[in-house]
C-alpha cells in the first residue's frame, strides 16, 4: 500500500513552454502533499507544501507564479512550470503524508529537461 | 538555526556493518526519518523515530538521542545493493521536515 505516482517521468521541453507534472496517492487519500526539487549531487528541497482545496504553502526563495501547484482532491495535486527555462531542469519528487500517519511516501520524481 | 549534519561519504566491505550518524539542531523536534535514495531514484522510507531508542527493521536500525540532537542509521550484512544516498530528515514543530544533504554509501567487494 501507500503508492504514490507522477506523470510523466521524463518531459523534454523548448525554453519557454509550461510544464505540467502530475502527483496521484492511488491506494490512500492525501490531504497534504508535498513538491520538493534535486539538483544533480544536492539535497531535496522542498518547493512547496500543498493542501487539498486550499493555496499551496510555498518555501522562501520558490516563485508560486512560476510553479503552479492545484491540488483539485485527495488524491492529485499538479505541478506547473510555467515559462520554464533551462535552469529549470531538475529532478522534481512529489510526496504524500496518510491524513494522521507520519510518514511520507514519494512518487518516482520527474525529470525536466528545458532546451 | 536549523541545521542537519551527516558525512558525505563512507565506504564499507560488503558483509560488514556501517553506522551513519547524524546531528541536528531544529526549531522544535517532531520525530526523525531516514530515507534511502539510489542514484537517479526518488526517496524510499526506511525508518521513522520520535522517542529515544534503538528501532530495529531486518538489517537496519535507527537510534536517536533527542537529548543529545543525534541519530544514527545501523546498516548490518551489507550488500552491494545498499549502494545508496542515505538521508536523515527532522521533522519541526510545524511538521516541516528538514532534510541532511545525505551520505553517500559505498559498499566494496
Known amino acids: 500500500g501507500a503508492v504514490v505516482s507522477q506523470h510523466p517521468s521524463w518531459v523534454i521541453c523548448k525554453s519557454g513552454t509550461s510544464v505540467k507534472i502530475e502527483c496521484r496517492s492511488l491506494d490512500f487519500q492525501a490531504t497534504t502533499m508535498f513538491w520538493y526539487r534535486q539538483f544533480p549531487k544536492q539535497s531535496l528541497m522542498l518547493m512547496a507544501t500543498s493542501n487539498e482545496g486550499s493555496k499551496a504553502t510555498y518555501e522562501q526563495g520558490v516563485e508560486k507564479d512560476k510553479f503552479l501547484i492545484n491540488h483539485a482532491s485527495l488524491t492529485l495535486s499538479t505541478l506547473t512550470v510555467t515559462s520554464a527555462h533551462p535552469e529549470d531542469s531538475s529532478f522534481y519528487i512529489c510526496?504524500?503524508?496518510?491524513?494522521?500517519?507520519?510518514?511520507?511516501?514519494f512518487g518516482p520524481g520527474t525529470r525536466l529537461l528545458v532546451l | 538555526g536549523q541545521n542537519i549534519d551527516q558525512p558525505t561519504e563512507m565506504t564499507a566491505t560488503e558483509g560488514a556493518i556501517v553506522q551513519i550518524n547524524c546531528t541536528y539542531q531544529t526549531s522544535g523536534f517532531n520525530g526523525l526519518f531516514w530515507y534511502q535514495q539510489h542514484a537517479g531514484e526518488a526517496p524510499t522510507f526506511l525508518s521513522y523515530n520520535v522517542l529515544d531508542g534503538l528501532e530495529e527493521k531486518g538489517r537496519f536500525s535507527s537510534f536517536l538521542s533527542r537529548s543529545k540532537g543525534y541519530s544514527y542509521l545501523l546498516l548490518k550484512e551489507l550488500q552491494m545493493k545498499d549502494s545508496a544516498s542515505y538521508l536523515c530528515?527532522?521533522?519541526?514543530?510545524?511538521?516541516?521536515?528538514?532534510w541532511g544533504a545525505g551520505t553517500k554509501l559505498i559498499i566494496k567487494p
Open positions: 530528515a527532522v521533522r519541526e514543530s510545524n511538521y516541516q521536515l528538514i
Open positions: 510526496s504524500a503524508a496518510i491524513d494522521g500517519q507520519e510518514t511520507q511516501y
